[in-house]
């Protein structure tokens, strides 16, 4: 049961990590110019809406988190709803919390915007996914010890590792290289993606290494 | 002897502090000296003699003067574009007429850094590269005892006469016939400096008994350090300069005679950068114009104006003549005077060179082929032959002696980075010893003891001890009696000496025993169970790497230009570590309330093992610990429970504003900032009223805890610095009626509250007063331990030092401060000043951490002394790891621009930890001894 269902979460991951290289080697066949670092906006859009896309599919193939009760269609979409409403206030949050950090107020806004519509997608996006609009579930499993499957423990991986990623992708920026990708905010999206690309290789083998000591309970 | 924690730290820091002051002295190389400065001076040099016999040429005076009569004005921070550019066309109309008509020969001069004006003039007339240890004393200004321009002046008859900047007068003491100086240190005054200078003018110009006039205008650089070079000010200062030269030209063609022309030389010390200081080295601050106006013709160094003037060169400079202005005298004068610069160089240069290399220097060898072709030649004129063939080999000749000139002069400027390698290396050694017995000694001192065995006894009758000391002072004997260049170390007297090696052997002995000790403990007992570092939680986390990361990025030029940015980095990690701790307890603690004491358990646990991996042993303050988490879980309320849960964020936005007060650094410090918006005249009204805002805010957060006396008192003084800043113009004073009155009397006001002045020196620093005590709101409900706070402390105390405007470049150091109050200056208050108000922000967290701590007292009784432990601690890492990454790097290309300056920085923060660790014991033990009694 266990190696089986570690065996899925590899695959799903694989899956997005190859869905995120191909939205760097497909795009420049359809259109004349495009590179990650001379058109990085594009990039920005391109990979974050594949990205969502691939995780919302493989959430609706996989279902990760079987709920056994019968959910009435209104609810669904009051549910879906309040997912929108989640995600943006993810995106504004990310916003806000690059600009604490330092990112120009006013200019390049749509950078700054899109970096962390990016960084949503790779963190808050799986945990609509995963959790569904429930912030004490969230809590639950970004506190210690709180996983209670592989799924959630894959998810708590790649999402430190993405914000890990974006946080050390900063620090060249003030290195005098004048090399093209130090321009704001490629260095941090960059960094974000390796990370998630990252944490989702990492997952499955932490996991798989680790199964003995993985004893989740149950609700 | 055993000894408290703090007590160790600081007396660990003292002694950091004294290898730290044993690095510097040794680093920051003594600027090459020509050995006995002018005593020993000989005859100036004959002309090469020619080969044949019975040919002497009988010229071995230095050549007559060019000029008759020269005027020099030495416009302060006057930058290259002032007078080139846009500006220059369009405020100094006849200056840039003179540089396009050509009667002028114009340069744009490089000044070596550091641009401070002393150190500058310094090199002006003595033509040597400044050292770097100047900066230090450019506020003060011994007399200049090298050899210079103005010596040789005044020795040779000529009559100096000097109006400005009174550091000349201090530099020439009695070289001057007349002379009156202007003192640079009210800076806000921008006109009455300058009017000081230009009322002697009309009376000197008619006179004729002068030789040499020296002018030094201050006002654009006052004008410069105010506001900025693109404020609306220096317009009509450069107008003003301008008109100045018009009248000094005009007057010295109408009284050119015939035999010899006037010579007008306007020059700058240095330039300003982009914010208008100076001091760096930066394109503006580096690039300064310098003309040479004259009717006879059409770099600033030592050696044209004493060529000009007639006079040996000084024995110090290190420059070369600036061609053009000696070219269209005939080809004997000409090769004579770049044959006595060359003479010169090589003879400074072989001053400063050991033996063997003394002939196999290329400049030198090219300089000897030079001197003999020389001769030959003077051979060929004395016999009186061909012209044509004279010129063009004397033209060969001249081409030799340029050549030699420059390879000289630039091996003699690589000398200059000779560092004292032995001086270094003592001072590395002690401040590595400190940072390992720091180490070493972390879970001792940080026990709930806090206590720390010195083994100092066993090591001081030990073998090991003497002969550690034996086989260093041998190694000293050996080092001083073979070095030959300069060493610091060496000249302290023997007894210094050995004072300084017995510390070395003692501090070598104590690593070795708690080595020694620790080997023996964990061999012993394995009762600790090995702690993993998962059982870290992420502050800790957060710390060590935060730490590293900083330390490591000392490494990179552009990460220390840009300190600020890795701290603000830093704080903000920080503050979004802790409101994820907040949130964590206040939502897990309340949801799971079945759960409840698990939880309180499970976190219980987690300070437990956190304390465990520090040894600390809370045994006797576990069950009141935990009894108070419980019962402040359950009594928060909910508004408490928001502000603490707020306050991370609030925090955040503050430290956004405050980020955007001042930029600094050097890739971004052009951006407009909300200081200089501040600043700028048009938006006075709201800079007064944020004061005020300010001001009043500080009272009534401070004044809850006062008595009725204090509370007065304070409120007088916060009125007082208001009406200081009125007075001298950054704000509007409400009622604005003869403010010449007001003023003086708030000069005497301002004597008694200089500190406070000093504190508030932006309106930044009263806002940090404000957030210091809303942080308090976030320590409370975290039960943070000492040695977390401390950091925390700490790195908000680095995060506020960029904040205020500070950088790693001398040029931000505020020397204004350093004059708040004082009626002329005066050295060590003025010091204390400057370092006061450039250190304000660790300096005000360190004082916050102090209160905080002995409030925190009743709790852990030891916290006092965990904190000044960390407080050294977290000083002489980087300090230990930057020293020896500086001595590594000391041949970069960097090294006096970014790693110098950066190096001073440190020390000084050392000298002022010290300072604040040795107050921490201090109260520390004042508080030990009431609660004794």
């Given at each position: 049961m266990k190696e089986a269902e570690i065996r899925r979460l590899l695959a799903a991951n694989l899956l997005c990590v190859f869905t995120v290289i191909l939205t760097v080697v497909v795009p420049p066949f359809f259109w004349d110019g495009f590179t990650v670092l001379g058109t990085h906006l594009a990039w920005l859009c391109v990979c974050s809406v594949c990205v969502s896309t691939l995780n919302i599919i493989l959430h609706l193939v996989l279902k990760p988190n079987l709920s056994p009760k019968r959910i009435s269609f209104a609810h669904k979409i009051s549910r879906f709803l309040k997912c929108c409403v989640y995600f943006f206030m993810s995106c504004i949050l990310f916003h806000a919390i690059i600009v604490l950090y330092g990112a120009p107020l006013i200019e390049s806004v749509t950078e700054t915007f899109l970096f962390a519509v990016l960084l949503s997608t790779f963190t808050t996006l799986q945990c609509l996914c995963m959790l569904g609009p429930n912030l004490q579930a969230w809590i639950r499993v970004f506190s210690k010890n709180g996983a209670t499957s592989i799924w959630e423990s894959s998810l708590q991986i790649t999402t430190i590792c993405s914000i890990f990623g974006a946080w050390f992708g900063a620090f060249p920026i003030p290195l005098d290289w004048d090399q093209p990708w130090q321009v704001w905010p490629i260095s941090c999206s960059l960094g974000a993606t390796f990370g998630y690309v990252a944490g989702l290789i990492i997952a499955p083998l932490w996991i798989h290494w680790n199964r003995k000591q993985l004893t989740y309970k149950s609700r | 002897m055993r000894l408290r924690s703090g007590v160790f730290a600081s007396s660990c820091l003292l002694m950091e502090a004294l290898g730290v002051a044993l690095f510097l002295r040794g680093f920051f190389p003594v600027p090459i000296r020509s050995l006995s400065r002018r005593e020993v001076r000989g005859d100036p040099p004959a002309e090469p003699a020619p080969s044949g016999p019975g040919m002497v040429s009988n010229w071995t005076k230095i050549p007559p003067p060019l000029f008759k009569k020269v005027v020099i004005v030495l416009i302060d921070a006057l930058r290259d574009d002032f007078v080139f550019g846009s500006k220059g066309k369009q405020f100094m109309p006849y200056t840039a007429q003179a540089v396009e008509k050509g009667t002028s020969y114009s340069f744009i001069a490089e000044a070596k850094p550091p641009t401070v004006t002393m150190p500058r003039i310094k090199a002006l007339m003595t033509g040597s590269i400044p050292g770097f240890i100047d900066v230090i004393m450019n506020l003060n200004s011994p007399a200049l005892l090298d050899d210079n321009l103005i010596w040789q002046a005044k020795t040779s008859g000529k009559r100096i006469i000097f109006y400005g900047d009174d550091t000349w007068v201090k530099l020439f003491p009695k070289y001057f016939v007349e002379y009156d100086g202007t003192t640079s240190f009210f800076v806000s005054d921008f006109t009455e400096v300058d009017n000081n200078v230009t009322r002697h003018l009309d009376r000197v110009l008619k006179r004729?008994?002068?030789?040499l006039l020296i002018l030094h205008y201050l006002g654009l650089d006052h004008i410069g350090h105010m506001t900025g070079p693109n404020s609306p000010l220096v317009g009509p200062k450069l107008n003003e300069m301008d008109n100045i030269l018009k009248k000094i030209h005009t007057s010295l063609i109408s009284k050119e005679e015939a035999s010899l022309p006037n010579l007008l030389v306007v020059c700058g010390d240095h330039g300003m950068s982009e914010t208008g200081s100076h001091g760096g080295s930066s394109e503006g601050e580096v690039r300064t114009p310098l003309l040479f106006i004259s009717s006879a013709f059409e770099k600033r160094s030592a050696s044209t104006l004493a060529v000009c003037l007639g006079l040996p060169i000084p024995r110090n400079s290190v420059g070369k003549l600036i061609w053009p202005v000696v070219g269209g005298k005939t080809m004997r004068e000409q090769l004579r005077f770049v044959h006595l610069n060359g003479f010169q160089l090589s003879r400074l240069l072989q001053e400063n060179t050991p033996v063997y290399e003394k002939e196999s220097d290329p400049g030198y060898e090219h300089f000897k082929i030079a001197e003999k072709s020389h001769g030959n030649w003077i051979k060929l004129y004395l016999e009186g032959n061909n012209s044509e063939i004279l010129l063009n080999f004397g033209k060969k000749i001249l081409k030799q002696y340029l050549e030699a000139l420059k390879t000289l002069s630039s091996s003699l400027s690589k000398q200059?980075?000779?560092?004292d390698v032995y001086s270094m290396l003592v001072g590395a050694v002690i401040i590595m010893e400190v940072l390992l017995l720091l180490l070493l000694s972390i879970p001792k001192a940080l026990s709930s003891r806090a206590e720390f065995e010195v083994p100092l006894s066993p090591p001081l009758f030990s073998l090991l001890f003497y002969l550690i000391c034996l086989v260093l002072c041998a190694v000293h004997v050996i080092v001083c009696t073979s070095a030959e260049s300069l060493c610091y170390f060496c000249s302290l007297s023997w007894l210094t000496a050995v004072g300084v090696i017995m510390l070395i052997s003692v501090l070598m002995c104590g690593i070795l025993s708690t080595i020694a000790r620790v080997f023996e403990n964990s061999r012993l007992p394995l009762k600790n169970p090995v702690v993993s570092s998962s059982n870290w939680s992420e502050i800790d986390l957060l710390i060590v790497t935060g730490t590293l990361v900083h330390v490591l990025s000392l490494g990179a030029s552009s990460f220390i230009e840009e300190e600020h940015q890795t701290w603000y980095f830093l704080i903000n990690t920080l503050c979004l570590v802790l409101c994820q701790e907040l949130c964590r307890n206040n939502f897990l603690l309340k949801e799971w309330d079945p759960q409840h004491s698990t939880a309180v358990k499970r976190n219980f646990d987690r300070i437990g093992e956190v304390s465990e991996c520090k040894n600390i042993d809370m045994l006797g303050t576990r069950n009141s610990k935990l009894g108070k988490t419980t019962s402040s879980a359950e009594f928060i309320k909910d508004s408490d429970k928001w502000i603490s849960l707020a306050s991370p964020w609030i925090i955040l936005i503050c430290c956004r504003l405050l980020r955007s007060l001042n930029q600094t650094g050097?890739?971004?410090?052009h951006r407009p900032d909300f200081g200089h918006w501040l600043t700028s005249s048009e938006h006075k009204s709201e800079l007064s009223f944020l004061a005020a805002v300010s001001l009043l805010m500080v009272f009534f957060l401070v004044q809850?805890?006062?008595?009725l006396v204090s509370k007065i008192a304070m409120a007088l003084g916060l009125l007082g610095v208001y009406s200081y800043r009125a007075a001298i113009g950054n704000v509007i004073f409400p009622w604005q009626h003869d403010s010449q009155d007001i003023s003086k009397n708030l000069k005497n006001v301002c004597n008694y509250k200089e500190k406070c002045a000093g504190i508030i020196q932006h309106i930044c620093t009263s806002v940090q007063l404000y957030k210091t005590i809303m942080t308090k709101y976030i320590w409370r409900p975290l039960n943070c331990d000492a040695t977390q706070i401390t950091i925390m402390h700490y790195w908000f105390g680095q995060a506020f030092f960029y904040f205020q405007?500070?950088?790693?470049?001398?040029?931000?150091?505020?020397?204004?401060?350093?004059?708040?109050?004082?009626e002329s200056y005066l050295e060590i208050p003025a010091v204390f000043l400057t370092a006061f108000a450039t250190y304000a922000g660790p300096l005000l967290w360190a004082i916050h951490l102090l209160c905080y701590l002995s409030s925190e007292d009743s709790r852990n009784s030891v916290a006092v002394s965990h904190g000044s432990f960390c407080y050294a601690l977290m000083r002489s890492i980087p300090v230990a790891i930057y020293i020896v990454l500086v001595t590594g790097l000391r041949y970069h290309l960097f090294i006096w621009s970014v790693f110098s300056p950066k190096l001073l920085y440190e020390g000084v923060h050392v000298f002022i930890t010290t300072a604040i660790c040795l107050f921490f014991t201090a109260m520390d033990q004042n508080h030990s001894h009431k609660v004794q009694d």
């Amino acid at each position: 049961m266990k190696e089986a269902e570690i065996r899925r979460l590899l695959a799903a991951n694989l899956l997005c990590v190859f869905t995120v290289i191909l939205t760097v080697v497909v795009p420049p066949f359809f259109w004349d110019g495009f590179t990650v670092l001379g058109t990085h906006l594009a990039w920005l859009c391109v990979c974050s809406v594949c990205v969502s896309t691939l995780n919302i599919i493989l959430h609706l193939v996989l279902k990760p988190n079987l709920s056994p009760k019968r959910i009435s269609f209104a609810h669904k979409i009051s549910r879906f709803l309040k997912c929108c409403v989640y995600f943006f206030m993810s995106c504004i949050l990310f916003h806000a919390i690059i600009v604490l950090y330092g990112a120009p107020l006013i200019e390049s806004v749509t950078e700054t915007f899109l970096f962390a519509v990016l960084l949503s997608t790779f963190t808050t996006l799986q945990c609509l996914c995963m959790l569904g609009p429930n912030l004490q579930a969230w809590i639950r499993v970004f506190s210690k010890n709180g996983a209670t499957s592989i799924w959630e423990s894959s998810l708590q991986i790649t999402t430190i590792c993405s914000i890990f990623g974006a946080w050390f992708g900063a620090f060249p920026i003030p290195l005098d290289w004048d090399q093209p990708w130090q321009v704001w905010p490629i260095s941090c999206s960059l960094g974000a993606t390796f990370g998630y690309v990252a944490g989702l290789i990492i997952a499955p083998l932490w996991i798989h290494w680790n199964r003995k000591q993985l004893t989740y309970k149950s609700r | 002897m055993r000894l408290r924690s703090g007590v160790f730290a600081s007396s660990c820091l003292l002694m950091e502090a004294l290898g730290v002051a044993l690095f510097l002295r040794g680093f920051f190389p003594v600027p090459i000296r020509s050995l006995s400065r002018r005593e020993v001076r000989g005859d100036p040099p004959a002309e090469p003699a020619p080969s044949g016999p019975g040919m002497v040429s009988n010229w071995t005076k230095i050549p007559p003067p060019l000029f008759k009569k020269v005027v020099i004005v030495l416009i302060d921070a006057l930058r290259d574009d002032f007078v080139f550019g846009s500006k220059g066309k369009q405020f100094m109309p006849y200056t840039a007429q003179a540089v396009e008509k050509g009667t002028s020969y114009s340069f744009i001069a490089e000044a070596k850094p550091p641009t401070v004006t002393m150190p500058r003039i310094k090199a002006l007339m003595t033509g040597s590269i400044p050292g770097f240890i100047d900066v230090i004393m450019n506020l003060n200004s011994p007399a200049l005892l090298d050899d210079n321009l103005i010596w040789q002046a005044k020795t040779s008859g000529k009559r100096i006469i000097f109006y400005g900047d009174d550091t000349w007068v201090k530099l020439f003491p009695k070289y001057f016939v007349e002379y009156d100086g202007t003192t640079s240190f009210f800076v806000s005054d921008f006109t009455e400096v300058d009017n000081n200078v230009t009322r002697h003018l009309d009376r000197v110009l008619k006179r004729e008994d002068w030789d040499l006039l020296i002018l030094h205008y201050l006002g654009l650089d006052h004008i410069g350090h105010m506001t900025g070079p693109n404020s609306p000010l220096v317009g009509p200062k450069l107008n003003e300069m301008d008109n100045i030269l018009k009248k000094i030209h005009t007057s010295l063609i109408s009284k050119e005679e015939a035999s010899l022309p006037n010579l007008l030389v306007v020059c700058g010390d240095h330039g300003m950068s982009e914010t208008g200081s100076h001091g760096g080295s930066s394109e503006g601050e580096v690039r300064t114009p310098l003309l040479f106006i004259s009717s006879a013709f059409e770099k600033r160094s030592a050696s044209t104006l004493a060529v000009c003037l007639g006079l040996p060169i000084p024995r110090n400079s290190v420059g070369k003549l600036i061609w053009p202005v000696v070219g269209g005298k005939t080809m004997r004068e000409q090769l004579r005077f770049v044959h006595l610069n060359g003479f010169q160089l090589s003879r400074l240069l072989q001053e400063n060179t050991p033996v063997y290399e003394k002939e196999s220097d290329p400049g030198y060898e090219h300089f000897k082929i030079a001197e003999k072709s020389h001769g030959n030649w003077i051979k060929l004129y004395l016999e009186g032959n061909n012209s044509e063939i004279l010129l063009n080999f004397g033209k060969k000749i001249l081409k030799q002696y340029l050549e030699a000139l420059k390879t000289l002069s630039s091996s003699l400027s690589k000398q200059v980075a000779q560092y004292d390698v032995y001086s270094m290396l003592v001072g590395a050694v002690i401040i590595m010893e400190v940072l390992l017995l720091l180490l070493l000694s972390i879970p001792k001192a940080l026990s709930s003891r806090a206590e720390f065995e010195v083994p100092l006894s066993p090591p001081l009758f030990s073998l090991l001890f003497y002969l550690i000391c034996l086989v260093l002072c041998a190694v000293h004997v050996i080092v001083c009696t073979s070095a030959e260049s300069l060493c610091y170390f060496c000249s302290l007297s023997w007894l210094t000496a050995v004072g300084v090696i017995m510390l070395i052997s003692v501090l070598m002995c104590g690593i070795l025993s708690t080595i020694a000790r620790v080997f023996e403990n964990s061999r012993l007992p394995l009762k600790n169970p090995v702690v993993s570092s998962s059982n870290w939680s992420e502050i800790d986390l957060l710390i060590v790497t935060g730490t590293l990361v900083h330390v490591l990025s000392l490494g990179a030029s552009s990460f220390i230009e840009e300190e600020h940015q890795t701290w603000y980095f830093l704080i903000n990690t920080l503050c979004l570590v802790l409101c994820q701790e907040l949130c964590r307890n206040n939502f897990l603690l309340k949801e799971w309330d079945p759960q409840h004491s698990t939880a309180v358990k499970r976190n219980f646990d987690r300070i437990g093992e956190v304390s465990e991996c520090k040894n600390i042993d809370m045994l006797g303050t576990r069950n009141s610990k935990l009894g108070k988490t419980t019962s402040s879980a359950e009594f928060i309320k909910d508004s408490d429970k928001w502000i603490s849960l707020a306050s991370p964020w609030i925090i955040l936005i503050c430290c956004r504003l405050l980020r955007s007060l001042n930029q600094t650094g050097v890739q971004w410090a052009h951006r407009p900032d909300f200081g200089h918006w501040l600043t700028s005249s048009e938006h006075k009204s709201e800079l007064s009223f944020l004061a005020a805002v300010s001001l009043l805010m500080v009272f009534f957060l401070v004044q809850r805890r006062c008595s009725l006396v204090s509370k007065i008192a304070m409120a007088l003084g916060l009125l007082g610095v208001y009406s200081y800043r009125a007075a001298i113009g950054n704000v509007i004073f409400p009622w604005q009626h003869d403010s010449q009155d007001i003023s003086k009397n708030l000069k005497n006001v301002c004597n008694y509250k200089e500190k406070c002045a000093g504190i508030i020196q932006h309106i930044c620093t009263s806002v940090q007063l404000y957030k210091t005590i809303m942080t308090k709101y976030i320590w409370r409900p975290l039960n943070c331990d000492a040695t977390q706070i401390t950091i925390m402390h700490y790195w908000f105390g680095q995060a506020f030092f960029y904040f205020q405007g500070n950088s790693n470049g001398l040029a931000t150091v505020d020397v204004t401060a350093g004059f708040v109050g004082l009626e002329s200056y005066l050295e060590i208050p003025a010091v204390f000043l400057t370092a006061f108000a450039t250190y304000a922000g660790p300096l005000l967290w360190a004082i916050h951490l102090l209160c905080y701590l002995s409030s925190e007292d009743s709790r852990n009784s030891v916290a006092v002394s965990h904190g000044s432990f960390c407080y050294a601690l977290m000083r002489s890492i980087p300090v230990a790891i930057y020293i020896v990454l500086v001595t590594g790097l000391r041949y970069h290309l960097f090294i006096w621009s970014v790693f110098s300056p950066k190096l001073l920085y440190e020390g000084v923060h050392v000298f002022i930890t010290t300072a604040i660790c040795l107050f921490f014991t201090a109260m520390d033990q004042n508080h030990s001894h009431k609660v004794q009694d």
